[in-house]
């Protein structure tokens, strides 16, 4: 089949990129913002671009069976600095993408939303028909993305979102200014610089390793229509995480406390029985997925 993965060259897309290549054509859209283009293998296409293009996008489109979108600016503190730009590539951007791949007869598009979209309520865990209260632009333009999959799947594209828990494995970036917490606390364990735990690591997530979102992508590609979620199903607290990277990279960082960042999220952990009914679940334990990055890392 003929595949293309917007944002393909970046952590999640450039895993999902070069595992769909072993079997199929695919072609990855990325303008390089995030992503490298040394995180694809030969196999795959790269086309320079942003999906803020729509004469590319709709270019791009015409040949493909199916479109993972996953380009966009991921971070939340960014997308509080940068509102306006943060809707500009994550709303218009998908809305781009979802009024080509209808024009072009792209079988299904596959979203990458975020668990974001659920804010802070206190309800746990997180479930699909539960009330959103999105709490940051980027968790705002995750579920616009949503609502325009669903409009696109009145008008008859068929569309599957995945509400991504905390993902974490291979091609992370460790040195972004808005790197999430794994990659951060790995970098300095490695170093044996102190890890901040913004409001003494109380906040709990639920962490999945990209590799299980690779799979989940791919059954969503074969069998899924609408909203799921991809989490491990397994609430854990930063201190928790911080103290296991610790212990794993032998390291003698000490643990910092620190002041609540602005819009964090207090508890997250996900209901995965919606999409475990067709035969998904996580397959890498915590430990396990972190030593994996961890050994990843000191290789790199």
Known sequence: MNILVTGGAGFIGSNLANELSKRNNVVVLDDLSSGKKENLNSKVKLAKGSVTDYALVEKITRNADYVFHLAGMVSVQESIKNPVKTVEINSLGTLNVLKASLKNNVKKVIFSSSAAVYGDSEELPKKEEMKVNPLSPYAITKLDGEYYCNVYRNLGLKTCCLRYFNVYGLN??????????????????????????????????????????????????????????????????IRKLAETIVKITGSKSKLINA????GDVERSVSDISKISKFGWKSSYALEQGLKDTISYFKNK
């Open 172 to 237: 992370q970036n460790l040195n972004s200014d808005y790197s999430a917490a794994i990659p951060i606390f790995i970098n300095n364990a490695l170093r044996n610089k102190d890890l901040i735990l913004y409001n003494s690591g109380k906040q709990t997530r639920d962490f999945i390793f990209v590799k299980d979102i690779v799979s989940a992508n791919i059954l969503a590609m074969e069998k899924l229509e609408g909203i799921f979620n991809v989490g491990s199903g397994k609430e854990v607290s």
């Open 259 to 262: 002041p609540k960042k602005h």
